[in-house]
Structure formats: C-alpha cells, structure tokens
C-alpha cells in the first residue's frame, strides 16, 4: 500500500536524520501505521525486535483508552536503516511505557520516533531510550510529548542516553513538551558520552580482551531496559540485545 507520492524531505522533522536512499527502496511498499486499540482497563505489553532485515520500518498508531497500559519494549538492530515509529493517544488514567534501545555499528541509520498524545486527564508516560554507537552509525531519537489544555495532572518523562564507541557515529537526541494543561508533572532529559575509561581499563586488567570488556560494560549500559519485559520474551532479547553489543564493541 503506497502512504504517499513521494518521498518525505529533511525539511519535515520527523524524516530529518532519515537515510533517503534505503527508505527509497521500500517507500513504494510502506503501509500506513498499523492501528492499535488498548481496551479500557487492559494491561498489555509487546515486544518488538527489528533487525531480521536490513532495512525495516515499524509504524503504529496506538490508542489507550481510560485506565489501559501498554507497555512497549523495542529493540532496532538493523544494520542498514531501521525505523521505529510510534504514535500514542492516552486517554484518562492511562498508562504508556517505551523501553527502547538503538544498536548500531558500520554504515547503519537507526531511529526510533515517538509522538505521546495526553488528550485527557491523570495520564502517565514513561520513555527510556539508549543507543550504542560504532563506525560510522547514526541513532536517533525524536520524542514528543504534547498534553492538551484540559489534560490536568498528567505525569510524562523522557530519558535518552548514548553512548558512541567512535569517532565517526552520530547520536540525535531530541525529547520535546509541548504543554497547554497547568496542572501537570513532565520531564525529559538527553546526554551523550563515551565509555568510562576507567571502568574499562579495570574490566580489562581483569583478563577481559578489549572486544568483550566493552561488551561487558555495554550491557550494563543498555539491559535494565528489559528488566519488565515479558518473561516469555525477555530471554530472546537480552541474547539478541548481547549478540548486537558484541557486534558493534568488536
């Protein structure tokens, strides 16, 4: 199902840090978000792992209705251009939580892209967001949170961390409020860094070879995400998540 004519432009902010040239090649094919409706009073939790091709988007267009929780776990390992994009309507008493990680080493363009919609009262969100970067890699994060005016006491956060491994990878992290509502709790917060030097020279005084010394801290940077995961998916992503970081610390 074609969504558009054409491709979108860097001018659209949404599509700024997009590789054009991979999304031209499944854009004739791209189907508009999938649909999602968490039933009033329904605790519900997902787990997405992209990474089985190169190029991968997932779009979903997810509404939480009064009293519901979805909470999404969502790990992008693709190693060309891998897109994860999520749009949110919270209605009243509603709960969404995001753990998502960029993995990413070479070439490889990943994003994970968020719009969190509190259109009613006592919602709540929570987003926490880590990328590891090697190579010349580029991981993104757009996130917004937007409450309406009527929306009081609605409690919103954003966490998004990164770490590089070199010189040449490239984090974006932009977390954005947009709040009409006065009654409310929202927070966000962005950093990027590098491995602690220390900490890896003891891991590697230790016995550790460099490749898995890395790995080793990596893991501690990136699989808390995944501590609430489903129990019947939880194995699957720590192996999957160890496998990337062995990868791209390599």
């Known amino acids: 199902m ?11 902010e949404a599509w ?26 329904e605790q519900h939790s997902h787990v997405l792992i992209a990474g089985a091709e190169p190029v991968e988007i997932h779009r979903a267009a997810v509404t939480i209705e009064a009293g ?10 693709c190693t060309d251009y891998g897109r994860i ?24 363009t990943q994003e ?7 259109v009613e009262p006592e919602g709540t969100s929570n987003q926490v967001v880590r990328s590891v970067l090697g190579g ?7 996130g917004k949170v937007a409450v309406a005016r009527h929306a009081q006491k609605v409690d919103g956060e954003q966490s998004v961390k990164a770490m590089l491994l070199d010189r040449g990878a490239t984090a974006n992290c ?17 950093s990027v860094g590098e ?4 900490q890896l020279f003891y891991a590697l005084s230790r016995g550790l070879d460099p490749a898995s010394a890395k790995a080793l801290l990596l893991e501690g940077f990136v699989m808390q995400l995944w501590d609430e995961a489903p129990a019947d998916r939880r194995d699957e992503l720590i192996a999957e998540t160890r496998r990337l970081l062995r990868e791209v610390a390599a």
């Open 2 to 12: 074609n969504v558009a004519a054409t491709l979108p432009t860097r001018k659209d």
């Open 16 to 41: 700024r840090y997009a590789d054009f040239a991979a999304l031209d090649r499944v854009w004739h094919e791209l189907a508009a978000p999938r649909e999602i409706v968490i039933p009033a009073g």
């Open 68 to 77: 519901a929780s979805l909470s999404l776990f969502a790990l992008n390992g």
């Open 85 to 108: 994009e999520v749009d949110v309507t919270v209605r009243e008493g509603g709960h969404f939580a995001l753990h998502a990680a960029n993995i990413a080493g070479g070439k490889a």
């Open 112 to 118: 994970i892209v968020t719009v969190v919609r509190h």
């Open 136 to 142: 010349t890699s580029t991981g993104s994060y757009l």
């Open 174 to 190: 932009k977390p954005e409020l947009e709040i009409y509502a006065d009654d409310v709790k929202c927070a966000h917060g962005a």
């Open 195 to 198: 491995l602690d030097p220390d």
